[in-house]
C-alpha cells in the first residue's frame, strides 16, 4: 500500500448487507486502497461478505470494528461524510473530485483522512452530517438517484487514485499539523465540565451549545499546538474554580 493509500480511511456506518462490505473492500482495494474501519455491522463477519470481497479479502481481514464514529475516526484530521441528499444549505458540499483534491492535500500536510458512507437506507443522521467537517456528493441523474453503497465507495476511491500517483511524501510540520479529531473531542469534553461548573451549561438543558463549538472548531481546522494552548487555558480556569 502507498504512503498516501495509508493515510486515508473508509469508514462504512452501520451496513445492513454483508454483501456490500464485502463489495466495497473489493472496490477499495483495486483502486490501491485498504484501510477499512467498519462502525457497528449489522451482519458481520459472514461469508456472504468474503464472499463478495473476491480477491480483496485481506481488505476485510484487517478491517475495524468499532462500536462508534467519534472511535473510528479519533486520529483523522479531516473528515467527510458522502451523502445522497442535496443537504447544501447548511454545510459545504464537495464533488468526489474536489474531495480527492483537499484529501490529498491535507496527507500531503501530513495529516489524515477519514470518509464516512451511511446506511443503505437511510445513510448518515443529520448529527453524524454535522460532526464532518464536508460532505461529499456524488452528482447523480436526479430521476434515479439511489446509488449503492459499494458503487459510491468506488466512486470515491477512483477519484482518490487519479491524483495518488502524483503525490509527494508528506512534510510532517508542527506548526501547521491539524488537531486529530480525538483531541478535539478531549478537549469539547473538558471545556464542557468547565462550563457546567460556571453554570453556562445547564446540564439537564444543555441546549444546542455543544453541537454549535462541534461546528465552530470543525469550521476553523485547528492545529494540535493550538487545541493544547486552549486545553492549558481551561486548566488554569479550572485551578480557579
Ligand atoms: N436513502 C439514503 C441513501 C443511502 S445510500 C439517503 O438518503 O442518504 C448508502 C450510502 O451510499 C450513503 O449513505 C452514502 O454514503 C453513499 N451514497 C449513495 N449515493 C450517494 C451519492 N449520490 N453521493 C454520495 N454518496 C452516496
Known amino acids: 500500500m502507498s504512503l498516501f493509500a495509508s493515510k486515508i ?26 484501510s477499512l474501519k467498519l462502525v457497528a455491522p449489522k451482519d458481520y463477519p459472514s461469508a456472504e461478505a468474503t464472499a463478495r470481497a473476491a480477491g480483496a479479502d485481506d481488505v476485510l481481514a484487517s478491517a475495524d470494528v468499532t462500536h462508534s464514529i467519534s472511535t473510528s475516526i479519533d486520529k483523522s484530521t479531516l473528515v467527510f461524510g458522502t451523502t445522497a441528499r442535496d443537504r447544501s444549505e447548511k454545510w459545504p458540499i464537495v464533488s468526489p473530485r474536489e474531495a480527492a483534491k483537499l484529501v490529498a492535500n491535507e496527507v500531503a500536510a501530513g495529516g489524515r483522512v477519514s470518509i464516512l458512507f451511511g446506511r443503505e437506507r437511510s445513510g448518515l443522521d443529520n448529527q453524524e452530517l454535522a460532526s464532518c467537517h464536508q460532505l461529499i456528493r456524488i452528482p447523480v441523474n436526479p430521476e434515479y438517484s439511489s446509488l449503492n453503497l459499494a458503487a459510491a ?46 453554570g453556562y451549561l445547564e446540564v439537564d438543558h444543555p441546549g444546542l451549545v455543544r453541537f454549535h463549538l462541534r461546528r465552530l472548531l470543525l469550521r476553523a481546522l485547528p492545529t494540535s499546538k493550538e487545541i493544547k494552548m486552549l486545553h492549558g487555558i481551561l486548566r488554569s480556569i479550572r485551578k480557579h474554580l
Open 9 to 34: 480511511e473508509f469508514v462504512l456506518v452501520e451496513t445492513s448487507h454483508p454483501g456490500n462490505i464485502g463489495a466495497a473492500a473489493r472496490a477499495m482495494k483495486t483502486m490501491g486502497l485498504n
Open 153 to 198: 465507495v468506488q466512486v470515491l476511491a477512483y477519484e482518490l487514485r487519479l491524483l495518488s500517483d502524483s503525490q509527494s511524501p508528506p512534510e510532517n510540520d508542527k506548526e501547521t499539523e491539524l488537531a486529530s479529531m480525538g483531541d478535539q473531542d478531549a478537549f469539547l469534553q473538558q471545556l464542557d465540565q468547565v462550563m457546567q461548573q460556571t
